[in-house]
């Protein structure tokens, strides 16, 4: 499957944003598909994931309650929906997609496809 993220772009902290990201195809039966972020320096970072076929979505603890992650199966896109914006949200943002067991959705190395990636940057 190919992925493809957009919606980046620089905000104010406060702000919200919607991240985009369609998929070559139907997704949803056989991928999981996830979002991760990634600041220069360090590993990429998981945000949410929406499981295949159940959809139940997961958190990373320090988006829980602003971030929601969404999919719309008609369109094969998925959305990163960011509220209350900090600095520390700022990074490159990617859509990715696994067919790895639940325990291991939030492992970047259990993903195989890859969008390339949307920079959000929230200034101060």
């Known amino acids: 499957v190919q992925l493809q993220a957009s919606g980046g772009g620089l905000v104010q902290a406060g702000d919200s944003l919607r991240l985009s990201c369609v998929a070559s195809?139907?997704?949803?039966?056989?991928?999981?598909m996830g979002w991760f972020r990634q600041v220069p320096g360090k590993e990429r970072e998981f945000v949410c994931a929406?499981?295949?076929?159940?959809?139940?979505?997961f958190y990373a603890d320090s988006v829980k309650g602003r971030f929601t992650c969404s999919k719309d199966s008609a369109k094969n896109m998925v959305y990163l929906q960011m509220s209350s914006l900090k600095p520390e949200d700022t990074a490159v943002y990617y859509c990715?997609?696994?067919?790895?067991?639940?325990?291991?959705?939030?492992?970047?190395?259990?993903?195989?496809?890859w969008g390339q990636g949307t920079q959000v940057t929230v200034s101060s």
């Open positions: 990715a997609a696994t067919r790895t067991v639940l325990s291991g959705i939030r492992f970047q190395d259990n993903y195989n496809y």
């Open positions: 929406i499981f295949r076929g159940s959809g139940t979505t």
């Open positions: 195809e139907r997704p949803f039966t056989r991928y999981t």
